[in-house]
Every structure is written in C-alpha cells, then in structure tokens.
C-alpha cells in the first residue's frame, strides 16, 4: 500500500522558516515526483514545486521562488518541504503527493494526510 | 485570480446529471491533459479523473470527463449525496512551467 505520511502541525512565527517531511512507503521512491501544494483556510489549491528524487533541481512555482526549497532523500525514502520569511498570508495545510514519471508527471495519484502550518505572532 | 477557471458552485437533485467546466488558455488546457480531483471536507485531495477522461481504479463510472480545445469538463451522472464535496480541476501550465488548479467548484446535492 502506497503511503506519504507528513509531519505534525506546526506553529510559526512570522519570518521564521518551517520545514515539513513527507515520508513515503509502499513504492520505489525515484519511481514518483513529489510535489507540495498549500490550500490556506477555505481556499483553494495551490501547486509550490516538485522534485524528481533521482534529480538534483526541483521545479518551483513563480509565486514561491526564492521562499521554497524542495529536497528529496533517497537515503530515507523522505521528501521535504522548507519555506520561508513566513507571513500570515503562509497560514495553510501543506500537502506533499506523488507525480508520475513522463507526461504525466501531474497527475497527483497519491497524497499525503496535510501538515497544517499556523503563522502567529 | 486562478489559472483555470471554474464555477464556484453548482448543484443538482439526487439522480440527475451535473457538469462542472474547467476554462484555461493556449498555453495550459490547450495543450496538455486535464486532471480532477474531489475534496471531501478535512481531508487530502483524491484523484477522480485524470489525462482528460480516465477513471483510476476504484472510481466509479457515474464521474466521467471530457476535454476541448482549452476547456473540460467533469461530469457526474447519477447523483448522489456522497458526491456533495468540492471538486478541482488542474494541468500543466506550458508558459508558467508549473502545475495549475481551478478555483475549486462546491457541488450541492439538493
């Protein structure tokens, strides 16, 4: 059974920096992209970047560049997520989830549970 | 501003057949293939359909969608009050070079 647990909530402070994991099993982990998407309360969804594990540059979202770094290691099946310079607006649940190999690479086939990240003074 | 383009809700009896549109551009519908996602409440995105009109195992075949030129579409038949959730369509964004979603529709099973 393919899996991607992510860690816990997080509560930041504005202009810290958050890093959330997303560990993955049940599959050969450079058989997927991993890409991260934030939805901030009722909102919808939106793509920050994605990494190929057999890669070194991960791709990221113009509206993000500069702020996320996306890692993945091969070592422990585990992908990160790391972003920035946090402001409230940064408030959301950040979800990690699978990209095919190809043109397909998209397609979102698994995801993991959400990591809500609350920026707070 | 989203990308794509989607209505915000929509809304049918149970049994009746509703359609949910998906409106982009040259540079992402119209040239690459069209993913939909249901969002129930409090939980991760699930994949309903993906590469325009493919169903992944498991989901059933009353959700079905369709692509033109640079629109899509999701249509589920047969509705049901399960399917009273939020629905996202996406693709890839050629001019972008990224992944971009719709404003998400809320379907109403009245």
């Known amino acids: 059974e393919v899996q991607l647990v992510q860690s816990g909530a997080e509560v930041m402070k504005p202009g810290a920096t958050v890093k959330i994991s997303c560990k993955v099993s049940?599959?050969?982990?450079?058989?997927?992209?991993i890409h991260w998407v934030q939805q901030a309360p009722g909102k919808g969804l939106e793509w920050m970047g994605l990494v190929d594990p057999e890669d070194v540059d991960p791709i990221y979202a113009e509206q993000f560049q500069g702020r996320v770094t996306i890692t993945a290691d091969t070592s422990t099946d585990t992908a990160d997520m790391e972003l920035n310079s946090l402001t409230s607006e940064d408030t959301a649940v950040y979800y990690c989830?699978?990209?095919?190999?190809?043109?397909?690479?998209?397609?979102?086939?698994?995801w993991g549970q959400g990591t809500l990240v609350t920026v707070s003074s | 501003q989203s990308v794509l383009t989607q209505p915000p809700s929509a809304s049918g009896t149970p049994g009746q057949r509703v359609t949910i549109s998906c409106s982009g551009g040259g540079s992402n519908i119209g040239g690459n293939t069209v993913n939909w996602y249901q969002q129930l409440p409090g939980t991760a995105p699930k994949l309903l359909i993906y590469?325009?009109?493919q169903r992944p195992s498991g989901v059933p075949d009353r959700f079905s969608g369709s692509k033109s030129g640079t629109s899509a579409s999701l249509a589920i038949s047969g509705l049901q009050s399960e399917d009273e959730t939020t629905y996202y369509c996406?693709?890839?964004?050629?001019?972008?070079?990224?992944?971009?979603f719709g404003g998400g529709t809320k379907l109403t099973v009245l």
């Open positions: 989830a699978t990209g095919r190999r190809g043109s397909e690479m998209y397609v979102f086939d698994y």
């Open positions: 590469t325009n009109n």
């Open positions: 996406a693709t890839w964004d050629d001019s972008l070079n990224g992944v971009v």
């Open positions: 049940g599959y050969r982990f450079t058989d997927y992209y």
